[in-house]
């Protein structure tokens, strides 16, 4: 079901679309800018009522500020001051555009425009160079960007383009470079809402030219001036706008860049209101990424300025943040204690959008709490909101969220009502993503209901749609991502798990595909589709007659268009059930598939190998038990003096291969191309042990990302040109809080002896950005380093260099690596942190391979630092004699270190500790 949508975007926004003059979020004109002004009773008193009114729109009092610009208004009129009276509207319409209620804000907008249009008529019509004319057309460009403002919000972007490209028009007529700087920055906001990146960054990069431009030129005459400061404060939101698209773009370390240098800007001009967003926005990708207690910490820190300042409506947001986080981490009293803080100050403030949000995030807390009359008590008084504000993306939501609940109380009835509405809604506005997470909630209701013909079909639906999001660059939003109570990637799994159930086995590998790559994106949030994954899983023929009638179903009919479909299904030809998708009929020859996936009651081993149909293998385990083999096998291969390793792993042979063994066979099988699913990802499969022989010494063994990501026509390079770098160090030293690694000079310097035209760095020459430079070229790239790996977020997982700088796992895929057949990262501690599903691992494998290398190797666990130095050497050796490939080199090292024999004094290399850790993830044929 649909989760609530959080403050957290609006958090995010609430700078983005501030982008006009004085700071605030719409362009309230102070009263220096108002003209006709006189030295009248009246007039003073109308100006001081426009001061009151801006102050209490500063400090987030909307129905005050509303009652006050309203009082300004009526005397402005009484005294025939039309300018001041365009003034009025145009700030009445800012606070309505605040309370986000748009049409309103919209109407006095428009009133405003005519009435500035007439001024600027009468000023210009003697002398358009005239100071007059300058300031009325001033005002009509303040109002258009405004109104520009509203038609964006209101997701209208041709409509709000137009009206900005007017006021650029004026803007450039009257040389207002600032007004330039800040339209330039708004266009930029459109652009970033379309999901047009590029151009965004276009647009703002040129508004923060001009912005900086104008900042040194007034900072140059005087520092402490107002022109400086209001310079100095366009820089900082410009460069808090550049952060959001890099947020939007999963690029997180660029996003924190940014806005920490926003942030330091907003400090130094002293500027306490943006100080709150913007730390804020740097709390949201915490919180998104898993990091709660980092995420708590800047919240709070965002809350205490907004309380100190009186900043009720920021404070709003920060408490329903701070909800947020505590529901992520299941503290569901906490979670409502704030939700119930910030709805008090909502309500209070008038925020109605807001309001709704909230009362669905109240709603959603009790659903996980399983008070189900309760959520739906919330979800229903948000959904009224939701109608009564326009906000047509949360009513879709709502409605699903609701259809949810009556689905959880097994009135399917009413779930089918409401989720054929948020159908509907979500297909007219265009909320693709909405309606593929609608397609599976209907998907759960039927299975529920033992529909299970029916309930692949809407999940088939739902798989496709999701794809083809991803194919087009596009992410959930982090509302979006946040808001269903299951994983995206839970709809993958239960479509396979229905899908093997029935015997489709052939489906079923390409939905577990898929699932490898939902699971990166769950992890890293910017994983890149291709041609192939966009495809998503292609509709049967009878599937296709029926995929249209979402909205005609109703539960009578159900049950029968389910017993039709399924006949339907059982008399098509096998051919048509089970055909191979082009890309699985290029699977090498000698190669065999295997594909585990981990259910609750049991294991599946599907297996697929060149020119035959897949095959799956039910295994009855479980989840728990089978954990409990992985784990213990681990626990033994990562404990060099234990003797159990083989009883150990003997056990877990007898589930995950014993059950193929004659799917092997009959393949003549030689590789075995690896996608572990979950835990598994922790362990190396050649470990397993068949009661005579470790696996590795039957099969090369090449773990898969996913083998749609894989590229088997592409082919390793002749000449080897090798970059390695060494951390090095002391034994017993610390760098960087980590011990010395002397053992890596040897290393690289055995490389190079091997290579002589190697390129090596070592220790404070081993720098992150002098590697970045040289990388580029080289067939093989080996960081003898520290590394970690770590399950709660790729910001936190990172290769160190010699002299302490850092890439992390976000950023390596920038690097160039396109001429690279192999990536090693050969450290210490390299390895991973508390154990979760394995996709960190995994996503050091899609980075590397997205920079564009074919393959990588790194270590499962803590690997001794001669005993590294030891299987390299002979990795290299082999490599050099260049008629193996990575995987059959990687596979003879591990086989001389099992075969060495044991010398007195030595450690016991035979133990997988010393072989094992090192898998090879991609292309290494």
Request: contains cysteine; proline residues 3%; neutral net charge.
């Amino acid at each position: 079901m649909w989760r609530a949508a959080t403050s957290m975007r609006k958090g995010l926004s609430a700078i983005a679309l501030g982008i006009l003059l004085s700071g605030l979020p719409l362009w309230v004109v102070p009263p220096e800018h108002a003209w006709g002004q006189t030295i009248q009773d009246r007039t003073t008193e109308a100006d001081n009522l426009n001061q009151l009114g801006i102050q209490q729109y500063g400090k987030g009092q909307l129905k005050e500020a509303l009652a006050t610009f309203q009082q300004v208004l009526v005397i402005r009129k009484q005294m025939k001051d039309r300018a001041g009276e365009g003034t009025a509207l145009n700030n009445i319409g800012a606070v309505y555009n605040s309370l986000g209620q748009y049409s309103q804000a919209l109407e006095y907008y428009q009133q405003s425009l005519v009435i500035r249009k007439e001024s600027s008529a009468i000023a210009c019509t003697p002398n358009a160079k005239s100071a007059s004319c300058i300031a009325a057309r001033t005002g009509e460009e303040a109002t258009l960007n405004n109104i520009g403002l509203i038609y964006s919000r209101l997701g209208q972007s041709s409509k709000a383009l137009a009206y900005y490209q007017q006021a650029l028009a004026i803007i450039k007529e009257v040389g207002d470079r600032d007004g330039e700087g800040v339209t330039l920055n708004n266009i930029g906001a459109v652009y970033r809402g379309l999901g047009q990146y590029s151009k965004a960054l276009e647009y703002y990069r040129q508004s923060l030219a001009i912005i900086k431009e104008i900042g040194v030129s007034a900072c140059t005459l005087n520092s402490k001036s107002e022109a400086c400061s209001e310079a100095r404060d366009g820089e900082g939101r410009t460069l808090n706008n550049i952060g959001l698209v890099y947020d939007n773009l999963g690029q997180y370390s660029k996003a924190l860049e940014y806005y920490r240098q926003s942030l330091a800007i907003i400090k130094e001009i002293g500027d306490r209101y943006k100080e709150g967003l913007t730390l804020n926005n740097i709390g949201t990708i915490y919180d998104y990424l898993g990091q709660y207690p980092k995420a708590l910490e800047i919240y709070q820190q965002a809350l205490a300025i907004q309380k100190e300042i009186g900043d009720r409506a920021g404070a709003g947001t920060t408490l329903n943040n701070i909800g947020a986080v505590y529901r992520n981490l299941g503290q569901y009293p906490k979670a409502l204690a704030y939700y119930q803080q910030s709805l008090t100050i909502i309500k209070e403030i008038g925020d109605r959008p807001e309001e709704g949000r909230t009362l669905n995030n109240i709603g959603l807390v009790y659903d996980n709490l399983g008070q189900y009359s309760k959520a739906l008590e919330y979800y229903q008084q948000s959904l009224a909101i939701q109608k009564e504000t326009g906000d047509r993306f949360g009513e879709g939501k709502n409605l699903s969220n609701i259809g949810w609940i009556y689905s959880r109380l097994e009135q399917y009835p009413k779930a089918l009502e409401m989720y054929q509405q948020s159908f509907a809604l979500q297909k007219e506005i265009g909320d693709r993503a909405g309606v593929g997470i609608t397609l599976s909630n209907i998907a759960y209701a039927l299975n529920a209901q033992s529909k299970t013909e029916l309930a692949i079909l809407f999940f088939k639906q739902s798989v496709s749609i999701r794809e083809s999001i991803r194919k087009d660059l596009q992410q959930l939003s982090r509302e979006e991502q946040q808001s269903f109570t299951l994983t995206i990637a839970d709809t993958y799994r239960s479509l396979a798990d229905l899908l093997l159930k029935q015997g489709r086995v052939t489906e079923a590998l390409q939905v577990l595909d898929l699932l490898k790559v939902q699971e990166l994106e769950d992890y890293l949030k910017n994983v890149k589709g291709n041609d192939r994954t966009a495809q998503g899983i292609q509709l049967l023929e009878p599937e296709k007659a029926i995929s249209g009638q979402i909205l005609a179903l109703s539960s009578d009919s159900i049950p029968e268009i389910n017993r039709q479909l399924a006949n339907q299904i059982q008399q098509l030809p096998k051919a048509e059930i089970n055909k191979v998708p082009d890309y699985l009929q290029k699977l090498p020859q000698g190669a065999v598939l295997i594909y585990p996936l981990i259910l609750s009651d049991r294991l599946e081993l599907i297996v697929f190998s060149p020119n035959t149909l897949p095959s799956k293998h039910t295994v009855p385990i479980k989840k728990a038990d089978f954990e409990k083999l992985v784990t213990d096998f681990r626990s033994d291969l990562r404990d060099f003096t234990s003797i159990d390793v083989k009883t150990s792993g003997k056990k877990l042979y007898d589930v995950l291969i014993k059950p193929i063994e004659s799917d092997l066979k009959q393949a003549k099988a030689t590789t075995i191309l690896y996608a572990p699913d979950g835990i598994l990802r922790y362990i190396p499969l050649g470990a397993l042990y068949d009661g005579t022989q470790w696996l590795v010494e039957n099969y090369r063994v090449n773990n898969l990302i996913a083998y749609s990501l894989f590229e088997p026509d592409r082919k390793p390079q002749v000449n080897l040109r090798i970059f390695a770098g060494a951390f090095g160090g002391k034994g017993g030293e610390t760098r960087f809080g980590f011990g010395g690694l002397p053992s890596t000079i040897p290393e690289v310097d055995n490389i190079q002896s091997i290579f002589p035209n190697a390129t090596k760095l070592i220790g404070q020459d081993f720098t992150a950005q002098s590697s970045k430079n040289k990388v580029s070229g080289n067939t093989i790239i080996h960081f003898a380093t520290h590394a970690q790996f770590k399950s709660v977020s790729p910001l936190d997982s990172y290769v160190l260099f010699g002299d302490g700088s850092k890439v992390t796992l976000s950023e390596i895929n920038e690097w160039q690596l396109k001429d690279a057949d192999l990536v090693v990262l050969s450290a210490c501690e390299t390895g991973v942190g508390s154990l979760g599903n394995g996709a960190e691992i995994l996503g050091f494998g899609y980075q590397v391979q997205r920079a564009g290398a074919k393959a990588s190797i790194a270590s499962l666990w803590t690997v001794s630092d001669g005993g590294t130095q030891l299987l390299m050497e002979s990795f290299y050796g082999n490599l050099q004699k260049g008629d193996l490939s990575i995987s059959t080199s990687l596979r003879e090292a591990q086989l001389s270190m099992i075969r060495r024999p044991i010398k007195t004094g030595e450690v016991n290399y035979n133990h997988p500790y010393y072989w094992s850790a090192f898998v090879l993830i991609g292309n290494g044929l």
